[in-house]
């Protein structure tokens, strides 16, 4: 099973920064099968990003993705209140697996 | 309109079952493979396993081998996940999710259910 270690467990910064999350796998994943998800309190996570760095429908180019075989990141340029929840990362390969999370909070 | 509604809440029993359904709209639901994910309170998002709407087959995770059922009814299009041997830590939130790509078991999850609440108390 490939484990995913998202860093930091919480992160909190004030709306107009910027925010990096880290996710990283236990052995390589290929990048077609990285993606991001976004999850509100009390809503079903949201993809953001597929194959690493492409957005999905609907979301907004504030949220950028990158990174390869086991390091991958998601980078919000400028943060919208709307932005605080919890992101996770998903290999979404033959047995997907997630990360344990990251919140990221209001400062 | 892509939608995936589940069904209500569950209050079982320790050793009972559960059957959560997820109906389909919007789409053509052979077309695109739904997973399972649960998530337990305050905890993050686990993978349970998969069903072709196609044609029924499954690939379940190792650890619900031998507990969980994944099923589908085509005529309603309507996917159902059967957690048998229920225990107080099976007590989540259940969610169903489609792949986004055509005919793929693999990829992410592009539209998911609204989650049904299975909690195993005594």
């Known amino acids: 099973e490939i484990v995913l270690t998202q860093s930091p467990g919480t992160l909190s910064l004030s709306p107009g920064e910027r925010a990096t999350l880290s996710c990283r796998a236990s052995?390589?994943?290929?990048?077609?099968?990285l993606a991001w998800y976004q999850q509100k309190p009390g809503q079903a996570p949201r993809l953001l990003l597929y194959g690493a760095s492409s957005r999905a429908t609907g979301i907004p180019r504030r949220f950028s993705g990158s990174g390869s075989r086991t390091d991958f990141t998601l980078t919000i340029s400028r943060l919208e209140p709307e932005d605080f929840a919890v992101y996770y990362c998903?290999?979404?390969?033959?047995?997907?697996?997630f990360g344990q999370g990251t919140k990221l909070e209001i400062k | 309109q892509v939608q995936l509604v589940q069904s209500g809440a569950e209050v079982k029993k320790p050793g009972a079952s559960v059957k959560v359904s997820c109906k389909a709209y919007?789409?053509?639901?052979?077309?695109?493979?739904i997973h399972w994910v649960r998530q337990a309170p305050g905890q993050g998002l686990e993978w349970m396993g998969w069903i072709n709407p196609k044609n029924g087959d499954t690939n379940y995770a190792q650890k619900f081998q031998g507990r969980v059922i994944m099923t589908r009814d085509t005529a309603i299009s309507t996917p159902y996940l059967e957690l048998n041997r229920l225990r107080s830590d099976d007590t989540a939130i259940y969610y169903c999710?489609?792949?986004?790509?055509?005919?793929?078991?693999?990829?992410?999850?592009?539209?998911w259910g609204q989650g049904t609440l299975v909690t195993v108390s005594s």
């Open positions: 052995q390589s994943v290929s990048s077609s099968y």
């Open positions: 998903q290999q979404s390969g033959t047995s997907p697996t």
């Open positions: 919007g789409y053509t639901f052979s077309d695109y493979y």
């Open positions: 999710a489609r792949v986004a790509f055509y005919s793929d078991s693999s990829g992410p999850f592009d539209y």
